[in-house]
């Protein structure tokens, strides 16, 4: 930046060259990427490109989305420019100044933009007033692919990120593990900062709530838990299920529900299984629960998985083919934090050896995870199997609920685990909502017994193995 210039004095044509420039950038990145991303991160930006055209500050709202840019857009700004001014322009990112009017144009000297220049904490202190967020940036919308299995689930969450406070109060989302919920919870957050950067947002996972209602009551500052909980505009609450038999805690919970539905704050929750499916909680805490709305996020299908596996692939920075992708989806079918941990496998066995990505290197960095497979069937494949079978809720498999429709499935499930697995009593039982070894037991001799008699009971059985066994 030449010394001494003022945005005011400039020389007209690098003023127009400047901004033409950010312009025609920007207009470029308008064309290549989503309408949603590009309206999200890039459209808001502000910059001032330097002097001698040699470097470019582009200002960012706040903390949160200034990471964001960088990590996700930074290198394509700069390959854009590059590629329309002919040479290389450095691009440096920084939060816009609180008062300092941004000008989208040419960089004034140094010392008329003092705060602009370093990263200043605009928007970072949104819940100094509070608690911290506790949000995972990386967990956003953008991030999460989109299939089937959570479509309506994303829909709802989006809705809650864009208007909270209205419909869909409290949002119920329940699922097995490693299918996206925590995330989804996240993006609710991370969206509404970025949309309204003052909001009180809290992400807290229900046994952290538990532990706070300990310290609470141990040293006498219930005061200040209220005050915490109850001014928040978002609460964000991860495995509710683990307020099961916490009396005190779904005390204090009920009623940091009830002053926040009060104030048209939002909630969001997550469990393993849907409301009334919960065990031990109780019933004007569950019904409180349900009567917003509730959706399940299912196990992603075939294509979900491949393009999970493409996504993640790519944000790391390696390209995965398809047909590797579907290969590998194939195989890895229970949820998307197994997808994550074989894309790692492959990735890390691909740079380590110094192959391209191909079935057959996948093949090779999955050899244990395959070969465990062949071997071993999981009690999740077998609830989902079995729910399948008898179309009922893959949740009614940790769920309470009694009527035979769904307690009979479940039992033929838990004696097709202790058949198929190499699973104890007391860990079927764990897998089934944390039951009784007790009840496993009971279950496993009963179906077993009435196997011997009853020739279509044996017959489905059959079916059911031989589907598991592949
Ligand atoms: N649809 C998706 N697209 C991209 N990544 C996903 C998707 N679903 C899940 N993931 C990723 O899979 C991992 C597991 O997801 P997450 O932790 O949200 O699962 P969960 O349902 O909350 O499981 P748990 O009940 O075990 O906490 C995370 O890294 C998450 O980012």
Redesign the pocket.
């Known amino acids: 930046m030449t010394q001494g210039s003022h945005p005011n004095s400039h020389d007209g044509s690098n003023f127009e060259l400047g901004q033409s420039l950010w312009q025609s950038c920007v207009d470029q990145l308008a064309q290549e990427l989503p309408e949603q991303q590009f309206n999200t991160w890039i459209k808001p930006l502000t910059a001032l490109v330097h002097e001698d055209m040699s470097k470019i500050t582009v200002f960012v709202a706040n903390r949160f989305k200034l990471d964001w840019v960088r990590a996700q857009y930074s290198q394509r700004i700069a390959g854009m420019l590059e590629k329309l001014y002919g040479q290389a322009v450095s691009v440096e990112l920084v939060i816009t100044p609180r008062e300092a009017p941004v000008r989208p144009a040419m960089a004034p000297r140094a010392a008329e933009v003092p705060a602009a220049i370093e990263e200043v904490e605009v928007g970072e202190d949104r819940v100094a007033s509070g608690p911290k967020s506790r949000l995972n940036s990386m967990?956003t919308f953008e991030?999460?692919?989109?299939?089937t299995a959570?479509r309506m689930a994303r829909a709802a969450a989006m809705h809650v990120a864009t208007m909270p406070g209205h419909l869909y109060n409290p949002l119920f989302i329940y699922?097995?593990?490693?299918?996206?919920?925590?995330?989804?919870m996240h993006a609710v957050g991370n969206r509404l900062l970025v949309d309204k950067p003052g909001s009180k947002v809290l992400y807290i996972h229900a046994e952290q709530f538990v532990s706070d209602v300990v310290k609470a009551y141990q040293r006498k500052t219930f005061d200040e838990f209220k005050e915490r909980y109850h001014s928040l505009d978002l609460l964000l609450i991860?495995?509710v299920q683990f307020f099961a038999n916490k009396d005190r805690t779904q005390e204090e919970f009920f009623n940091a529900f009830e002053a926040l539905l009060a104030k048209k704050s939002h909630i969001v929750m997550?469990s393993?299984t849907y409301p009334k499916g919960l065990a031990d909680i109780h019933e004007r805490l569950v019904s409180r629960f349900d009567s917003g709305l509730t959706v399940a996020?299912e196990p992603?299908e075939l294509e979900?998985r491949v393009a999970?596996l493409i996504?993640?692939a790519h944000a790391e920075g390696s390209e995965m083919p398809e047909e590797v992708a579907f290969f590998v989806a194939k195989n890895v079918r229970s949820?998307?934090?197994e997808?994550?941990g074989a894309l790692r496998k492959i990735l890390a066995y691909s740079r380590f050896n110094q192959k391209e990505i191909s079935i057959q290197l996948a093949r090779e960095a999955l050899r244990d995870l395959l070969s465990i497979q062949n071997r071993q069937i999981s009690v999740e494949n077998i609830q989902k199997t079995v729910a399948d079978y008898y179309k009922i809720k893959v949740a009614d498999m940790y769920s309470k609920k009694r009527p035979a429709s769904i307690a009979r499935p479940r039992q033929i499930a838990m004696y097709l685990a202790k058949e198929l697995t190499q699973k104890s009593l007391p860990e079927i039982g764990e897998l089934f909502g944390g039951r009784d070894h007790t009840t496993v037991l009971h279950a496993v001799r009963k179906i077993g017994g009435e196997r011997q008699q009853l020739t279509e009971l044996n017959q489905q059985l059959h079916v059911l193995e031989q589907t598991l066994k592949g």
């Open positions: 967990l991030s999460l692919v989109e299939g959570n699922g097995g593990v490693g299918l996206g919920k925590t995330h989804l991860d495995d997550t393993d996020i992603p979900m999970i996504n993640k949820n998307v934090r997808l994550e």
